[in-house]
T-cell receptor, first 113, second 114 residues
Framework: GENVEQHPSTLSVQEGDSAVIKCTYS??????FPWYKQELGKGPQLIID?????GEKKDQRIAVTLNKTAKHFSLHITETQPEDSAVYFC????????????FGTGTRLLVSP | DAGVIQSPRHEVTEMGQEVTLRCKPI?????LFWYRQTMMRGLELLIY????????DSGMPEDRFSAKMPNASFSTLKIQPSEPRDSAVYFC????????????FGSGTRLTVV
């Protein structure tokens, strides 16, 4: 079935550094790619998303890029802060709509002061 | 808005017992999703509803699992009988415009079956 691979599984950076998380997907019909941040004891929270007709989207320190040909998309966090520490999940829609999402396995980001 | 509200936050039950998890979606959202999160399998979609109607239940693991949405403001996920391998965090999420603007997740129910 359709799947999403996410790398790395853990990422440690110093405060102020950049962090990059990469995902690949398998369903050619995927057209919606959200990213979620999950803090301990909480549900995942949507932080940014991108549609298949856009190659890049930025929101302050967070940016997402999409390469539909290669079926790759990435999350970029600049000027990391300790409060960015959390588990980040990528996801891809399957079946051509927006509703049914397949999630990556998550990246635990640790930002050290 | 209070967000997606799930209850209980924690549930410990004995194997064989019936478990009912509850969810109140955000008012005005017309889609509701049930996910299960485990270390081994990550986040798995169990079932989702549009306008209170079940659309896709292909992720429901077994007949022991059932979900209902009697109205736009309430959904339940029931496990009967429960087994230790059902132990997980169960999340409910809701969305507007059939997910076009992303999901809002609840805080989850941590289920432990002993």
């Amino acid at each position: 079935g359709e799947n999403v691979e996410q790398h790395p599984s853990t990422l440690s950076v110093q405060e102020g550094d950049s962090a990059v998380i990469k995902c690949t997907y398998s369903d050619s019909a995927s057209n919606y790619f959200p990213w979620y941040k999950q803090e301990l004891g909480k549900g995942p929270q949507l932080i940014i998303d991108i549609r298949s007709n856009v190659g890049e989207k930025k929101d302050q320190r967070i940016a997402v890029t999409l390469n539909k040909t290669a079926k790759h998309f990435s999350l970029h966090i600049t000027e990391t802060q300790p409060e960015d520490s959390a588990v980040y999940f990528c996801a891809a829609s399957i079946g051509g709509g927006f509703q049914k999402l397949v999630f990556g396995t998550g990246t635990r980001l640790l930002v050290s002061p | 808005d209070a967000g997606v509200i799930q209850s209980p936050r924690h549930e410990v039950t004995e194997m064989g017992q019936e478990v009912t998890l509850r969810c109140k979606p955000i008012s005005g959202h017309n889609s509701l999703f049930w996910y299960r999160q485990t270390m081994m399998r990550g986040l798995e979609l169990l079932i989702y509803f549009n306008n209170n109607v079940p659309i896709d239940d292909s992720g429901m693991p077994e007949d022991r699992f059932s979900a209902k949405m009697p109205n736009a403001s309430f959904s339940t996920l029931k496990i009967q009988p429960s087994e230790p391998r059902d132990s997980a965090v169960y999340f409910c999420a809701s969305s507007f415009r059939q997910g076009a603007n992303g999901y809002t997740f609840g805080s989850g129910t941590r289920l432990t079956v002993v």
